[in-house]
Every structure is written in C-alpha cells, then in structure tokens.
C-alpha cells in the first residue's frame, strides 16, 4: 500500500524557518513527479512546489525565493525548506505523488506562521 507520511510542522513566528519532510513508502517514487500544496481555512489547495524525478523545481510565485523542494530518492523523502515564512504561509501542507494516473496525498501537516 501506498502511503505518504509529512513531519515537521508547527507554529513560528514571521520571519522565521521550518523544514517540512514527506516519507513514502509502499511503492517506488524515484520515476515520479512529487510536491507540495497547501490548503487555507476557507481556500482551495493550491500547488506550492513541484519536482520531477531528474530533479527539476517548479514553484508558486508567492513562495519563489523563499521556500526549497528537493528529493532523496533514495530514501523516497521529499522535503520543503521554508524560510521568511510569512503569515499567509499558514496552511495545512499536503505531499503528494504521482504514480501512472492516480495522485496519493499525505494527511497533512500543519503550519502557523504568526505575526
């Protein structure tokens, strides 16, 4: 079975940083597509950052500069640096990969950046 797992949220002030980590497990991802979205109170999810198997990083425009999506295929992990978080960085932030047609979604992390 599939199963994507995030780690690694928490509450932090403006301005400051967190690390966020997915571990995969129960299939092979190093071929797939990864990333990261992100789902406000009241909002949709809405696609944070992205990276392919050969490593190349797509980002949202608000969070380009600021935040760092890289992958260890070997671990099957992906990770999502954030820094200068800002308050509307507050989200729960969901991993997801991409197998053939079906997408597989972590539960979600949840992140409180406050003022």
């Known amino acids: 079975q599939v199963q994507l797992v995030e780690s690694g949220g928490g509450l932090v002030q403006a301005g400051g940083s967190l690390r966020l980590s997915c571990a995969a497990s129960g299939s092979r991802f190093s071929a797939n597509p990864m990333g990261w979205y992100r789902q406000a109170p009241g909002k949709q999810r809405e696609l944070v950052a992205t990276?392919?198997?050969?490593?190349?990083?797509n980002y949202a425009d608000n969070v380009k500069g600021r935040f760092t999506i890289s992958r260890d295929n070997a671990k099957n992990t992906i990770d999502l640096q954030m820094n200068s978080l800002k308050p509307e960085d507050t989200a729960v932030y969901y991993c997801?990969?991409?197998?053939?047609?079906?997408?597989?979604w972590g539960p979600g992390t949840q992140v409180t950046v406050s003022s």
């Open positions: 990276i392919t198997s050969s490593g190349i990083t």
């Open positions: 997801y990969a991409r197998i053939l047609m079906a997408t597989y």
